[in-house]
């Protein structure tokens, strides 16, 4: 009954062998300069029979950092380092994109290595706490509102930022757009109180997230660059009484650029809702359980189903579910310290 998790799939250039992707998950074990580590490169060679991984959020630019130990694409070393895990996980067979995701105003000054500004659309600081170094969540910073010209210049970094995770041997990008970073911040009518041509009515609220798509696209092929979209999610004080009215014309807007997909996470039943504003490919996500995500794909609501969690705990989770054996449990205390631990030391079910 779940055999339709296991079929090929084609999401744009990137051609998959199943439909069981690894959901983007920040988990803070990047080195010193934001580099990745060789235990993260063991950590997605362990995980590489995905479908495709969607790598943990990684900062495009050094002023997109906002939480303690995410890794970035702005540097020479950082691109060697991504180098080694997307080596590992094609050695494997799998595929890998690089999820870039540009903090913006939900930052920590603590969090960074470096004194790059905190920016967002507007001067209105995240109402909600994020954690500092020592996970004890503390207040974010005040951003200051980019300047026109400015807007224009970070577009151009995400489209630099997708050079460089094309070099690093990805597969593609994905831009976040949910959860509250820097383009929910500009879609969101509360955090952008802009007057220029990126704030007020809604083709100018969307209009940020486009032209970054639109150049990412131009720079490693559009069929190459997908996004993720969270409507309905309060997550980092993204409160919007009508996300319909932003969310349909953004989608619609995507929708001629011709991209790989759109990544759902669906808090709020909006899967009909993305299908009725975008014709190419959708991956959904949410807590789903593995019939569930299949009965999706039966109805052809979407095209792949992400998992988030399960595949933290089950680096074999595709072959796990094609066994219909039991799916271990997350180590809740190692998700985001330990270095090792409750990271890369999950057994393989079919070890030695
Ligand atoms: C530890 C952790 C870190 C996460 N980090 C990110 C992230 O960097 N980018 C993102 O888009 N979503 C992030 N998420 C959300 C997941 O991608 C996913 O949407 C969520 O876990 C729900 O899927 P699930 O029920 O299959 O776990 C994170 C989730 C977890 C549990």
């Known amino acids: 009954m779940n055999e339709i998790l296991f079929q090929p799939v084609k999401l744009g250039a990137l051609d998959l062998a199943n439909a069981i992707i690894m959901a983007p998950m920040t988990r803070d074990r990047s080195g010193p300069g934001d580099i990745p580590t060789e235990n993260m490169v063991q950590y997605y060679r362990q995980r590489a029979s995905a479908g495709l991984i969607i790598t943990e959020g990684t900062q495009p630019s050094p002023a997109g950092k906002g939480y303690w130990r995410t890794p970035g694409i702005w ?109 929910n911040q500009f879609l969101n009518p509360h955090s952008n109180q802009r007057t220029d041509e990126y704030g007020g009515p809604v083709e100018n609220r969307i209009r940020f997230t486009l032209e970054v798509l639109e150049a990412m696209g131009d720079a490693i092929g559009s069929e190459r660059v997908g996004f993720r979209i969270s409507p309905y999610n309060p997550y980092n004080d993204m409160h919007d009484d009508d996300p319909k009215a932003t969310f349909g014309p953004l989608l619609r807007g995507a929708d001629k650029l011709g991209l790989a997909y759109t990544h759902l996470v669906d808090v709020a039943d909006m899967l009909g809702f993305v299908n009725a504003n975008y014709s190419g490919s959708i991956i959904t996500n949410n807590n789903l359980k593995v019939d569930e995500a299949a009965a999706i794909l039966a109805d052809g609501q979407a095209q792949a189903i992400s998992f988030g969690r399960y595949f933290i705990s089950n680096p074999d989770l595709v072959e796990r579910i094609q066994e219909g054996a039991e799916l271990a449990r997350v180590d809740r205390d190692h998700i985001y310290t330990g270095e090792d631990k409750g990271y890369i030391d999950y057994p393989l079910r079919n070890a030695g």
Request: glycine share 8%.
């Open 75 to 183: 540097s020479k070393d950082q691109i060697a380092g991504w180098r080694k895990v997307t080596d590992a996980v094609h050695e494997r067979g799998g595929k890998i994109v690089m999820q870039l995701m540009h903090c913006g105003r939900v930052c920590v000054t603590a969090n960074k290595q470096d004194s790059s500004e905190v920016i967002a659309p507007s001067a209105i600081a995240c109402a909600n706490k994020v954690p500092g170094p020592d996970g004890v969540p503390v207040p974010t910073a005040m951003p200051r509102a980019l300047e026109t010209s400015e807007v224009r210049a970070v577009v151009q970094e995400f489209a630099q930022a997708a050079r460089n995770a094309r070099e690093a041997g990805m597969d593609g990008v994905e831009l976040h757009c949910a959860s509250g970073y820097l383009p």
